[in-house]
């Protein structure tokens, strides 16, 4: 018998689409100079603390004396403790290194986090929505049906993130009996922020009603407004209810080498029907990590730790500010050009309306076809991204300026 469920998912996933049209385009226009602010892949090469890390680490894997083979599953203890410290306790977080657990990327556990859940857990997420904390419960046969008129599924409680609330979902009815909230902020795809002020009313409210919160900080690095918080522990009582998911694919440049974490507090427990207690989730996690996972490769997580010297530090807070740059200058410019704009301040994403009546994909294929421009279609990312699309400031800076003069031509 097959998982049925998968079967259930609707065409391709968001940036294969993409991708596949960007492909048919430039076969039939080879000589097109075409400038991809789609997918949020960064573009600047590792920082030399980086490079000078994994050379070193190489180095140790061709010597019987320093070789590394299979390595922790839950990672290696100089970056957990590296973690801990640096994202969590210097920043008054009670984090502990034992619950941080090292994987392969953000993308990976905010996918297979559900796991640990019953099938019949509710689940709520922001409208619009990074697609895979969705796809990963309809593949778990937690979604229900999809619905194409409303481009929803029936299990699936969506917040929409708008303008007129300031792109911060509202709190649900207790009623609704949500138990797995999915919150990432600096948001993908929208690019904005919330306050401390407004992610504390999140914590009392998954406390008061037993639910938990996987919180997606993967662009934490961009927040530059100190009173914006960088992690939901922050927040009073973020320990008894939170998950967070952490990566070094966007502040560090980690794409190609793959490189994230997941930290679970001791303090977070979900009743059990079974044996009719509460559980911890941090011994539940650490289960299915041990089982399914082989750790990430030394060399990777030797250069994770490079991130948190010194220098590392210095060089990745540069190449931030350097895509933050492209970010500002984009924002600038469609503004300039008339477009409403959102986003692109603490945040690599800019997400603007598109003109008229245009749909996103309608949009999408006017900047593709007229001004060889690809960004992402914000109705890929839920119902409430329609008329809305998201591009990246993770190219150059020349091409970000280069968009912009060819935008300016529609």
Not at 8 to 19: H, N, R, T, V
Not at 76 to 90: G, I, K, P, T, V
Not at 357 to 376: A, H, I, N, P, R
Request: glycine fraction near 8%; charged fraction near 25%.
């Amino acid at each position: 018998m097959l998982n049925e469920n998968y079967l259930k998912l609707p065409g391709s996933y968001l940036f294969s689409g993409i991708a596949n049209k960007v492909n048919e385009y430039s076969k039939k226009n080879p000589d097109a100079d075409i400038i991809r602010l789609g997918i949020g892949d960064v573009t600047k090469p590792l920082c030399s603390a980086v490079i000078d890390e994994l050379h070193r680490a190489v180095d140790e894997m061709a010597s019987a004396d320093t070789f590394k083979g299979y390595a922790p599953d839950l990672g290696y203890e100089f970056l957990r403790h590296a973690m801990a410290q640096n994202d969590y306790r210097d920043r008054g977080c009670d984090i502990s290194d034992d619950e941080v657990f090292i994987s392969d990327g953000a993308k990976s556990d905010s996918a297979n986090i559900q796991e640990i859940f019953s099938k019949d857990v509710k689940i709520a997420v922001c409208d619009p929505v990074y697609p895979v904390y969705v796809d990963s419960n309809v593949m778990a046969g937690r979604a229900g049906d999809y619905d194409e008129m409303t481009s929803g599924w029936s299990n699936v409680f969506y917040m929409p993130c708008v303008a007129s609330n300031n792109f911060i979902p509202e709190i649900p009815s207790e009623s609704e009996n949500i138990k797995l909230i999915y919150l990432c902020f600096p948001n993908n795809p929208t690019g904005e922020v919330i306050d401390k002020e407004n992610l504390q009313k999140w914590v009392d409210f998954a406390n008061k009603t037993g639910a938990v919160i996987i919180y997606d900080a993967a662009y934490e690095a961009y927040i530059t407004d100190s009173s914006i918080p960088k992690s939901i522990y922050e927040c009073e009582g973020a320990r008894t209810c939170a998950i967070e998911l952490r990566s070094f694919s966007k502040n560090a440049g980690f794409t190609g080498l793959r490189l994230g974490a997941t930290i679970v507090p001791h303090d977070i427990k979900f009743y059990s029907e079974v044996k009719k207690e509460e559980v911890e989730l941090h011994s539940l996690w650490k289960r299915r990590h041990g089982t399914k996972y082989n750790g990430a490769p030394y060399i990777v997580q030797r250069a994770g730790f490079a991130c948190y010297t010194d220098e590392g530090k210095k060089q990745i807070k540069e190449q931030v500010a350097g895509y933050m740059e492209n970010a500002k200058f984009i924002k600038n410019g469609l503004k300039e050009i008339g477009y409403t704009v959102f986003g692109g301040e603490n945040s690599p994403y800019v997400w603007l309306h598109t003109p008229g009546d245009m749909t996103s994909w309608e949009f999408f294929d006017l900047l593709l076809e007229k001004v060889q421009v690809v960004g992402t279609p914000g109705s890929g990312f839920g119902p409430s991204g329609e008329h809305f699309f998201r591009l990246t400031a993770f190219g150059s800076y020349e091409n970000s300026v280069k968009a912009i003069e060819r935008i300016r031509t529609l």
